[in-house]
Each structure stands twice: as structure tokens, then as C-alpha cells.
């Protein structure tokens, strides 16, 4: 993706392999973070941050929720609301373009279904 960062689609089959198939329970309010993808993301976090988001939406009603962690921990959890994968970008750096939010920017309007990014 443009201004340095990268996009790894969480599609069924990653959260079934990361999960090993086996029963863990949900992050707070996410739908598809699990304990277990969580203890592993974690573990990557040593020397670089990373950040997870979900966005639900039908029609214009719905909303975001967003974490990242680094150092091995949670640095930043983001209730569930409006705005929240904007306010995620901008911790990373992410400019907005004029008359653009930063999801804009960086063109993550273009798919409307997570797996449709594998495609790209």
C-alpha cells in the first residue's frame, strides 16, 4: 500500500490457521480476534507495531473498532464507533490527501469485501 504500509487480508482460511482450528475466545467487541491470534500477533510486535481493524457496515449504519499493539502488549484499543481505522492510520503516519480521509488516501475504499483484496 502507498506511504509505507502493508494490508494482510484476514480471511477465514488465515483466522482458521492461526486459531489451529481450536476454540478461543473474542477480543471485547471484535468479531474475528480471537486470544489465540492475539498472543501470536503479539509475539511479531517485538520490533514493529501492528494494527488490526474491523469495519461492519449495511447500508449506513454500523461501525469500526480498531487495536494495536507493540513491544509484545495492547498499546492502544479503540471502542467501538465511527472513524476509528482513520484515527488507526493517522497513529501510523498516514497523511490524508486534500478532501480525503486517510481510509481514502490509501484507497482502502476500493474492495467492499476483505477477501476481494487477494485479488490485487
Known amino acids: 500500500?502507498?506511504?509505507?504500509?502493508?494490508?494482510?487480508?484476514?480471511?477465514?482460511?488465515?483466522?482458521d490457521r492461526i486459531n489451529n482450528l481450536e476454540a478461543s475466545g473474542n477480543i471485547q467487541s471484535f468479531e474475528y480476534l480471537t486470544s489465540n491470534i492475539e498472543d501470536k500477533v503479539s509475539k511479531l510486535t517485538t520490533d514493529r507495531q501492528i494494527a488490526y481493524g474491523e469495519a461492519?457496515?449495511?447500508g449506513e449504519e454500523g461501525g469500526q473498532v480498531g487495536i494495536i499493539w507493540a513491544d509484545g502488549r495492547r498499546i492502544i484499543q479503540l471502542k467501538y464507533g465511527q472513524?476509528?481505522?482513520?484515527?488507526?492510520?493517522?497513529?501510523?503516519?498516514v497523511v490524508?490527501?486534500?478532501?480525503k480521509d486517510e481510509f481514502d488516501t490509501l484507497g482502502l475504499g476500493r474492495r467492499r469485501n476483505t477477501a476481494?483484496?487477494?485479488d490485487e
Open 1 to 15: 500500500m502507498a506511504q509505507g504500509l502493508s494490508l494482510v487480508p484476514f480471511i477465514n482460511d488465515l483466522f
Open 56 to 58: 461492519d457496515y449495511f
Open 83 to 93: 472513524d476509528v481505522i482513520n484515527a488507526v492510520l493517522r497513529h501510523f503516519g
Open 96 to 99: 490524508a490527501e486534500k478532501d
Open 116 to 118: 476481494d483484496w487477494l
